[in-house]
């Protein structure tokens, strides 16, 4: 187990989890890292997402080492003037093991060591070591060597910077020469260029391992401001790297290629992609890259995901969202599912699933909800997908891996040996998270550590600072903040105690260190390598137990600035510092011999090699000319003694491979006398996690080979149980140094829900047995929990709860509901439903309803769901008020045209489809900030200012919010006339909004230019339905209400002006080509003068009820609506929402008459939209969607 890397959503509080022991868990992912920089050595752009996938984290299953490639891109010109790189994200690369990607590494020689400049994590701390010795045997030096400080100033020269010929190899074969030089060792090597790739500034490597002798080699132009890869070329080696083939012809000279993917069943099986940018293709390979086929997509791919069995099983990724299947090696493929998170989908698990082809996904809905899903590749309809649970997930939290699916959001480390390692981020933290370790179900949650520091990776992803010392289970190290300080801390017993490092007894130099705990103390950097070309900041191997090798400090607290390289023996007991600065350390040979390089901008020659765990290191020059590194590749299976370096000779060269070959360091095969013991202790402690250990390693300076199972435990027996292989249980918390005593939510007496009357449970001591820990007798029979009888108990703390959490539910659609009851006898227990419209059921226990009661609501409205618990101790009941509802499609806002200033107005809205549900209503006036809320679909209000006010109303039901929004003018006083058409305009009326403002301007400007009355003084609404009819509004001069009389007469001679214009048939106007419609006056006496003051009729307003009632009714049950050839627009828009307002003609004596009879049925209406006619030579056939029924939401 390594550093967490998963990023997920934090803010779970520790309490509830340790009360819910919520069971769920990740596929090992761990963050994949790229810096990308620009080619002139600037910061380089992220891509832009649309033409670029981003970045995935790459999976690492324990059973595969590097699994997945990387990219590291660095500039060379960056390095010299110190600038910082900027992380550029790379998709979920698929290469095999030793596979990853490197990026140019730049710097200028003789230049300062810039602290940006780097090839792996972590911060340069220049500094000069102590004790160097020109010999054979010495300790590296701080800074370049006089021979290679002689080649950095060459290193951009005409003779230091000339590169290799373009492909041809240098070789390094004489391990000693004569001379000035004799003391100098050499490792053979060879070099090779990759001819025509200087410009490139991304390279993607995969190297099988395994004893396969072929490397590829994917090299990249990205073009930081086109977002794309613009150049690539691929390399393939037969030889470990000794030569390379560029394969361009193979894949198509023309193709760009952006990534590279590997098969981790079949490493012969490789994938290439093109760049999306250029084309959407997959290249496929089944001999090693030897030779490829390629296939068109019609689908852009953002990642793959493998089959942990079947070699030909794919899953892919694309960049809208989308998922799908291949099951011939990406040959074909098939859309499985649409809105997939992001790296939440997984495959089946061994052993766990019944079907091979199974594929978990968290699943995105339209709403915003997140759901858990199922479903085979090949049968990934929508009536084979099933939900494991019925209920909505976290977003991205989705998470399976071994035997536990996880759906909320925590930070999962590690699920290894029956046993969740998890940390929760609490409300109260911002960079600090709290470890959790579970019960061997994975079910029980109880707290190992508070406080662990968390950073951020160069992808932006969560680290958490925990690791896990390979080889030893057990031994874990994290990095807390303290008082605002970071300190190292070491367990020993999977988190029960921890304690500070040890610092070394005496210095790089041997002076002694003057350094006492807890004041004092060894910090690390516990950040794996992100990046498979360095060795990251801490490292151990399985097969070498108790090595570790990190970068830290000694003092009060954690360092980024004065750091060095410290060593432990012995699994972290004690430690030595074996480097003043930062050096990448790798293990050769099973971690028999250790490699290091210097961590520098500037060019090298030279590395070292210890045979003795660090005590002493051999220099060696592996190229003849010093070397711009950008990292190097140990070969997976470290069997072939093989490492590759990637760099440059000069600013602008071709990249460099340079093939090192150890082989020749090693005089023969370990034997048995080569071989020595060591015993694992903790503090002198020779029991850890319950066992007594003794491991065999090679001896100090034997220059032999080992073999792979040539480390291991030799004596392994169990130890008598102490306080100290115990931790305490759930629901218990530590005081003191062993004691453990109840939380205060936790109640020990209460036993377990399925505890059933004349059963027996085990009731906890408080303490239980740490997991895998091999203790025997001593303490373990008074810790160990003791079996009583189950106690029967009346249900206490019952609740009824929706599956999703919701209180809306959908009319028509099943509403689940889940019963939970903290205290009582499951399976004894009466349980009883009452859905609140007349239906109940009940159970006799509460077997039937685990996975929830579904019921189907007919109606809508408001019902008060009752649960009710019982048994023969007692009972408990529960209430839930549930709000069901049929979805609103629309809202038409009912307001009068023109309303008196001071004198109330009855606005109403009417929702489609109608119901008999709990609607709020939002209610919005002018330039308000704050609604009015009411319930019912009707509100009076009075405007207090003349002018134009806008209103709008809100509708809200369950989720789904409306609107509708109307303009209303308001004047001191008005007159109101009924207007009607001559009956041509009928066949031409489509009934929409727009049409009806269309003709009220049209008419509107006809009387201005007939009379001669101001148009501001003017206002024409037609009404919706048939026959057409308007009102027509007369409206006061602006600014003159002061002379209120005298504007009264003025107005009746408007209103005559208007009535003499209309009568005398001046007002018409031509609707198309041969159709003139004349204007007419409905009645011949006008409606009375409405103002605001007393005496006046109470309404404010003039109303024809029965134009509004018919009008409306049609205007909502049958929208007649005709295309109409010469206005294209009234046939497009506005479908169904009908954006008007009714009339304003009040019911008086002298107001019109109109009855229903002088309306056409809405029968006639539907057969006359289904006839053609013929009008003035043109046809006009009707298109309407007003003659379907309006649903009603109140029965099914």
């Not at 361009?248 to 079949?266: A, C, F, H, I």
């Not at 307001?895 to 609607?919: C, D, H, M, Y």
């Amino acid at each position: 187990m390594e550093a967490a890397r998963t990023e997920r959503p934090a803010g779970w509080p520790g309490a509830p989890l340790a009360r819910t022991g919520l069971l769920l868990l990740s596929t090992w992912v761990l963050a994949g890292a790229e810096i990308t920089w620009g080619a002139t050595g600037g910061p380089g752009r992220p891509a832009a997402p649309a033409s670029r996938p981003p970045a995935l984290l790459p999976l690492f299953p324990r059973a595969v080492v590097s699994q997945w490639p990387e990219e590291l891109v660095t500039a060379r010109r960056g390095a010299a003037l110190g600038r910082r790189p900027g992380p550029e994200p790379l998709p979920q690369p698929g290469g095999g093991s030793g596979s990853g990607s490197v990026g140019k590494k730049q710097g200028e020689a003789g230049g300062p060591s810039p602290a940006g400049a780097r090839w792996g994590p972590g911060t340069l701390a220049p500094g000069k070591p102590g004790g160097a010795r020109r010999s054979r045997r010495e300790q590296p030096p701080s800074a370049l060597e006089r021979g290679d400080a002689r080649a950095t100033a060459l290193a951009d020269g005409s003779k230091g910077s000339r590169p290799v010929a373009k492909g041809l190899r240098e070789e390094v074969k004489a391990p000693r020469t004569g001379g000035a030089a004799a003391e100098e060792l050499r490792l053979p090597s060879t070099s090779f260029a990759l001819t025509g790739d200087s410009a490139h500034n991304q390279a993607m490597v995969h190297w099988s391992g395994h004893n396969s002798s072929v490397i590829l080699i994917l090299t990249k132009l990205y073009d930081f401001n086109l977002g794309s890869v613009t150049e690539s070329s691929l390399w393939r080696s037969t030889d470990y790297g000794t030569t390379y083939e560029k394969l361009n012809d193979k894949v198509g000279l023309k193709t760009v290629l952006s990534y590279l993917y590997v098969n981790p069943t079949n490493k012969r099986k490789i994938m290439l992609l093109s760049d999306p940018e250029m084309e959407s293709s997959i290249l496929i390979s089944s001999d090693e890259g030897a030779t490829y086929q390629k296939y068109r997509l019609t689908f852009y791919i953002q990642s793959l995901l493998f089959h942990p069995k079947q070699e030909d099983w794919v899953l892919a990724y694309s960049l809208d969202q989308k998922l799908y299947s291949s099951m011939d090696f990406g040959r074909r493929w098939q859309l499985m599912h649409e809105r997939i998170t992001p790296n939440r989908f997984y495959w089946s698990v061994a052993g766990l699933d019944k079907e091979a082809d199974l594929v978990h996904m968290e699943v995105r809905t339209t709403d915003g909800y997140a759901h858990y899903l199922t479903c085979r590749i090949q049968e990934c309809a929508e009536t084979t997908r099933s939900g494991p649970f019925a209920r909505s997930i976290d977003i991205s939290s989705l998470v399976v891996q071994d035997e536990y699916i996880f759906i909320q959001d925590m930070h999962i480390i590690s699920t290894d040996e029956n046993q969740v390692f998890a940390a929760v981020q609490e409300w109260n933290q911002n960079d600090t998270y709290n470890l959790y370790i579970s019960d061997t179900r994975g079910i029980y949650f109880t707290l190992a550590m508070e406080n662990i520091k968390s950073s951020r990776g160069l992808m932006g992803n969560i680290i958490i600072e925990l690791y896990e010392v390979a080889g030893i289970k057990g031994i874990f190290l994290a990095n807390k903040k303290v008082e605002d300080q970071v300190k190292t801390y070491i367990t020993y017993n999977k988190g029960r105690d921890w304690r500070l490092l040890q610092a070394p007894d005496v210095d790089l130099h041997g002076s002694p260190v003057h350094c006492l705990l807890p004041f004092c103390s060894l910090h690390l950097h516990l950040q794996i390598s992100e990046n498979p070309y360095s060795s990251g900041r801490i490292s151990s191997k399985e097969t070498a137990p108790g090595l570790m090798v990190a970068t830290g400090n000694i003092g009060p607290e954690l360092s980024y600035t004065d750091i060095g390289v410290f060593i432990s023996s012995d699994g972290g007991n004690t430690w030595r510092q074996i480097f003043d600065e930062e050096y990448n350390v790798w293990f050769l040979d099973w971690g028999g011999a250790l490699v290091a390089m210097k961590h520098t901008p500037l060019p090298v020659r030279h590395l070292w090699v210890s045979f003795d765990e660090g005590h002493s290191w051999d220099k060696y020059g592996f190229t003849s000319v010093p070397l711009f590194v950008d990292g190097a590749l140990v070969e997976a299976g470290v069997e072939t003694q093989i490492m590759t370096v990637f760099g440059h000779f000069s600013l602008r060269s071709e990249w460099q491979l340079v093939k090192v070959d150890y082989k020749s360091i090693f005089s023969r095969r370990c034997t048995k006398e080569d071989y020595q013991t060591w015993h694992l202790l903790n503090q002198g402690e020779p029991c850890v996690m319950g066992e007594r250990k003794i491991f065999k390693k090679r001896k100090p300076g034997a220059q032999c080979s080992l073999g792979r199972d040539s480390s291991g435990t030799v004596v392994s027996e169990p130890c008598v149980c102490a306080d100290w292989d115990f931790e305490c249980d759930y629901g218990y918390e530590r005081h003191g140094e062993s004691q453990c005593v109840p939380a205060f939510w936790y109640n020990p007496a209460s036993p377990s829900k399925d505890c059933s009357l004349g059963q027996s449970y085990l009731n906890s001591t408080g303490y239980r047995r740490i997991v895998s820990n091999n203790c025997t007798d001593g303490l373990r029979e008074k810790y160990t929990a003791k079996a009583q009888m189950c106690p029967g108990k009346a249900p206490r703390g019952l609740h009824v709860v929706t599956t999703d959490g919701r209180l809306v539910a959908e009319q028509g659609h099943n509403a689940t509901f889940i019963i939970l009851m903290e205290e009582g006898d499951l399976q004894r227990t009466n349980i009883q439903l009452d859905f609140g419209d007349g239906i109940a059921v009940s159970y006799a226990n509460f077997s039937p309803i685990e996975d929830g009661i579904k019921h189907v609501y007919k109606s809508a409205g408001i019902f008060q769901v009752t649960a009710y618990a019982e048994n023969s101790l007692g009972s408990d009941t529960a209430v839930l008020f549930l709000h069901v509802v049929c979805p609103v499609e629309h809202v038409h806002l009912r307001v009068p045209f023109v309303a008196i200033r001071n004198k109330e107005v009855n606005i109403s809205a009417v929702v489609w489809p109608s119901q008999l549900g709990t609607l709020t209503y939002f209610w919005w006036f002018g330039n308000s900030t704050k609604p009015l809320i009411t319930l019912d679909s009707s509100i009076s209000f009075t405007f207090l200012a003349e002018g134009t006010n806008t209103i709008t109303v809100q509708v809200a039901a369950g989720n789904a919010l409306i609107q509708d929004t109307k303009d209303i003018a308001v004047h001191e006083y008005f007159q109101s006339q009924l207007l009607s058409f001559s009956p041509n305009l009928d066949y031409h009326n489509p009934d929409i909004p727009e049409w009806r403002q269309d003709i009220g301007n049209v008419i509107k400007r006809a009387l201005v230019k007939v009379t001669g009355v101001p148009e501001d003084q003017i206002l024409v609404a037609v009404f919706p339905g048939l026959p057409t009819s308007a009102e027509l509004f007369i409206l006061p001069p602006k600014n003159l209400t002061e002379r209120r009389k005298g504007n009264e007469e003025d107005l009746e001679q408007i209103v005559e002006t208007l009535f003499n214009a209309l009568n005398q048939n001046l007002v018409q106007f031509e609707l198309k080509p041969g159709v003139q419609v004349i204007v007419y006056v409905t009645q011949l006496t006008l409606a009375p003068l409405v103002d605001s003051s007393a005496g006046h009729s109470s309404s404010a307003m003039l109303m024809l009820l029965s134009v509004v009632f018919v009008g409306l009714a049609v205007f909502l049950i049958y929208k007649f609506k005709r295309k109409i050839p010469w206005i294209n627009i009234y046939a497009q828009v506005q479908h169904d929402k009908e954006q008007e307002m009714i009339g304003s003609v009040s019911q008086s004596e002298n107001a019109p008459k109109i009855t229903l009879s002088d309306f056409t049925e809405p029968e006639e209406l539907l057969d006359k939209e289904l006839d053609t006619r013929v009008i003035g030579g043109i046809a006009t056939i009707a298109n309407s969607e007003s003659t379907k029924e309006i649903p009603n939401c109140t029965s099914v």
